[in-house]
């Protein structure tokens, strides 16, 4: 192996000043970093802008290549990375592990979508014309991302950027700017050139969002992050007419019938609802459960939920971490506390938890109904919220009734009803019979005001071309 991740990221950090990285599960300083004002943004998309025209000019082949690279420099680093992970952003080392996988896939699928970007011909519509359709690259391209999956998050916009001929600036979330960083200096290693992949770390996120939107040299902005913060990054880049990429909010809904198999549904509501602390915007937010395999089901998920170890990530076998940051533990609190108030039952968990400052313990709130805070803002944390349901159109009317539409889960046995339920379901997601459905292969997204565009699959790819269109006249003999 070359060097180690903490050599390379080092020209990032400074001895003093900066912005201090902070371990969510000790509360310790773990790094400080560079920061980036306005100006320095800028001039920085003036060189990924002058830096795109070669990497664009260079053939699929090498891009492809180059990223290919790059997938395997990741995987060479994998444990430092996952390490990394859990000591910016908290999540247990098996899960960071996972994520360095899911990170990697992006971009080793787009290494290989990079060669498929195919165009069209269209007959013409009248003699001696023809028609040709190519796909170019849209740009000089900027993204926000968050802290919650700090590698994934990265690959998922640079590398179908990069496979498309695109340069990327890229401002990582302020609590976990070095896995970000530790991408960049793999890239680098990788061959990708410095200035047509770059991260800048920014602890002012509202303002280098006004670079990123206004700037006329950027010609798209991708965004993962809330809900509200999309909506302005959106206001800001209508005054360029910027495309724009929104990976937004979600309130998914996870559906039990009373045919599920009750261990699967289990298995799935764990994975889908504890993940990351709770901490995912495709998260179970609401688990409806049938009426008549209620009981059963609450049964089994409290005696899972009670078995879950919380602790420092970096603990063996750990399988809660803490919160991001002491404002989400209190929200997070503040939502349990008025859904109880509001007349939910706890049945498990329900107050912090004494692994550390920013701990919260795994609860479980049955009879928790549409009307509660809980049930239509994203917890965000690892509090199921259990609603009774009576039958399959009841089902679907509460789980479509959120201004949300991004991942939904549903338990039947029933082909007919899977049919129907997928149908009825207005979500860009909708996994069934499973808990978890990140994957590189498919399109990630969401509809309503969950997001914009999709991420991941060849569509992932099509987010950073423009189409252009050659009418070629003049060819009658
Ligand atoms: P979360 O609550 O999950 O952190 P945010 O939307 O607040 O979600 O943050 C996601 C990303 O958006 C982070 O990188 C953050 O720095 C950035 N961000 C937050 N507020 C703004 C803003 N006003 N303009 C641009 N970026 C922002």
């Given amino acids: 192996m070359s060097n180690t991740i903490w050599t390379m990221i080092q020209p990032a950090l400074v001895p003093s000043g900066g912005m201090e990285v902070l371990n969510p ?9 560079q920061t980036y004002s306005s100006d320095e943004v800028d001039a920085i998309i003036q060189r990924a802008e002058a830096a795109r025209k070669g990497w664009a000019a260079l053939t699929a082949k090498v891009r492809s290549d180059r990223l290919r690279d790059w997938y395997n420099m990741i995987q060479q680093h994998h444990h430092e990375l996952a ?15 996972g994520e360095v996988n899911y990170a990697a896939s992006f971009a ?16 013409g519509f009248a003699e001696g014309k023809a028609i040709m359709v190519t796909k170019e690259p849209i740009g000089t391209c900027a993204a926000i991302t968050p802290w919650n999956f700090p590698l994934a998050m990265i690959t998922r916009k640079a590398a179908p950027a990069l496979a498309a001929g695109c340069s990327i600036v890229i401002k990582p979330s302020e609590s976990t700017p070095l896995s970000a960083l530790a991408l960049e200096a793999l890239a680098v290693e990788a061959g990708i050139p410095k200035d047509v992949f770059r991260i800048v770390p920014s602890e002012d996120a509202r303002a280098i969002g006004q670079v990123f939107c206004t700037h006329p040299l950027v010609r798209k902005i991708s965004f993962t992050g809330s809900t509200a913060v999309g909506k302005k990054l959106l206001e800001q880049a209508a005054s360029t007419i910027k495309g724009a990429s929104m990976e937004l909010g979600g309130n998914a809904p996870f559906i039990v019938f009373d045919d599920a198999d009750m261990d699967a549904a289990l298995d799935g509501a764990m994975i889908a609802k504890f993940r990351n602390a709770g901490q995912t915007c495709i998260g179970a937010n609401r688990l409806l459960v049938q009426k008549s395999v209620h009981d059963e089901f609450v049964d089994g998920l409290v005696r899972r939920v009670r078995d879950l170890k919380v602790g420092n990530g970096v603990e063996p076998g750990m399988e809660i971490g803490p919160l991001i940051t002491d404002k989400a533990l209190r929200k997070v609190d503040e939502l349990t506390a008025s859904a109880i108030k509001q007349g939910a039952t706890l049945a498990c968990g329900g107050s912090r938890h004494n692994a550390g400052a920013q701990f919260f313990t795994p609860t479980v709130l049955t009879g928790v109904t549409q009307d509660m805070d809980i049930a239509s803002q994203e917890i965000f944390g690892p509090v199921a919220c259990v609603m009774a349901f009576d039958d399959e159109a009841e089902a679907i009317r509460i789980a479509n009734d959120t201004r949300y539409g991004l991942a939904s889960y549903f338990y039947t046995r029933d082909l007919g009803r899977a049919w129907r339920v997928r149908e009825a379901l207005e979500f860009g997601m909708v996994a069934i019979n499973e808990g978890l459905l990140g994957t590189e292969v498919a399109p990630f997204g969401g509809i309503k005001e969950s997001g914009l565009g999709r991420e991941g699959s060849r569509h992932g790819l099509d987010e950073y071309f423009e189409l252009k269109y050659a009418l070629i006249g003049g060819l009658s003999g």
């Fill in 25 to 33: 599960a000790t509360g310790e300083m773990i790094a400080r970093v």
């Fill in 108 to 123: 080793e699928w787009f290494s290989e979508e990079a060669r498929r970007a195919y165009g069209e011909t269209i007959p």
């Fill in 83 to 97: 390490a990394l992970c859990t000591a910016e952003c908290g999540k247990p080392l098996a899960e960071a592990s």
